[in-house]
């Protein structure tokens, strides 16, 4: 049976938050007869290496690629969007690339995103902060103490234990999503404009309409609708975003056509996929693009190097 899609670009490993080792990502995807898959765990290339070297042995041509975390605070939106990030095999040799990347992804995740939370926290509700709280300023250190992977349980602990708030009402007004120092997951715009401008990558807007996707889904995300993601896509492209992710489970057909205005307008590079974690519920497969357009694709990565 001839496969529907020639490509599909969007694909999560154990590497991030999916079921599939790499090899096994690359399997399911030639037993569904796609030639050609990307790679793009959120925020790590740790699963490209390994299905690059099952890809070379099986026959399918797999895109080294990830799924970068942009984060937003901001009166239009306050949350996250993602940046697929497409490069060639070649930059996996270069330790200054693999370097930058990881700084750039660590400023959105870990120590980096504790960081930018403590320092929010204390300009918001610091001793010299906008509606001061705290009588001593919040300190990274003794936050990071509590856990390697630090969570809102422990900016709690924190709160409790070293600053003397134990009314849970004023610490969710300072921990809670509805804070006004509530900083979302990701790496700010700016350092993401930073990495995308200084090496040959491909960076595409990941599923912008999937939160104008109607009714409940595994692809329903939890980002803001079509119209406001409209409203920043001039910033995405004055940091060097070339390409929209058109196919998608979560993007009905009204909406592609609007992507695919956005696609002419600006002369973006058209992507699609599955978004796959999982063999049943979120599989490989679903989505994707023709040889023609992977083809394009291609060329447009290769004139990027």
């Known amino acids: 049976m001839t496969p529907k899609y020639y490509a599909d670009l969007h694909n999560h490993t154990t590497a991030s938050d999916g079921d599939y080792s790499p090899e096994a990502l690359v399997d399911a995807a030639k037993a569904k007869g796609l030639l050609a898959i990307a790679v793009t765990d959120h925020d790590t290339i740790n699963g490209v290496e390994p299905a690059l070297a099952h890809g070379d042995a099986v026959g399918v041509s797999v ?8 984060r937003f605070k901001e009166p239009l939106f306050t949350g996250t969007l993602h940046v697929l990030t497409y490069f060639d095999r070649t930059l996996l040799v270069d330790e200054g690339f693999k370097a930058d990347l990881s700084q750039t992804l660590g400023k959105g995740r870990g120590d980096g995103l504790v960081q930018a939370r403590v320092n929010e926290i ?34 709690a602990l924190a709160l409790n234990d070293i600053h003397g708030i134990v009314d849970a009402d004023t610490v969710n007004r300072i ?49 803001p609708p079509l119209e406001i993601v409209e409203e920043l896509l001039p910033r995405f492209l004055d940091i060097g975003v070339q390409g929209v992710e058109i196919n998608y489970p979560g993007h009905i057909e009204a909406h592609r056509e609007i992507l695919r205005g956005w696609k002419e ?17 979120r599989p490989i497969g679903i989505e994707g693009i023709s040889r023609e357009r992977f083809e394009v694709f291609q060329l447009r990565l290769h004139d990027a190097m």
């Open 63 to 70: 895109v080294p690629g990830v799924e970068i975390s942009v």
């Open 122 to 155: 204390n300009s918001i509700f610091g001793p010299a902060g906008k509606m001061p709280l705290l009588t001593k300023p919040m300190e990274f250190e003794k936050v990071a103490a509590y856990s390697p992977t630090v969570t809102r349980r422990h900016f």
């Open 175 to 223: 921990i809670g999503n509805d804070s006004p120092a509530y900083l979302p997951s990701g790496v700010d715009l700016d350092s993401v404009g930073d990495f995308i401008q200084k090496y040959p990558v491909v960076a595409v807007l990941a599923h912008p309409a999937a939160g104008s996707y109607p009714g409940e889904g595994h692809y329903k995300e939890v980002l």
């Open 265 to 281: 307008k600006y002369g973006l590079v058209e992507t699609g996929g599955s978004d796959c974690h999982d063999a049943t519920v």
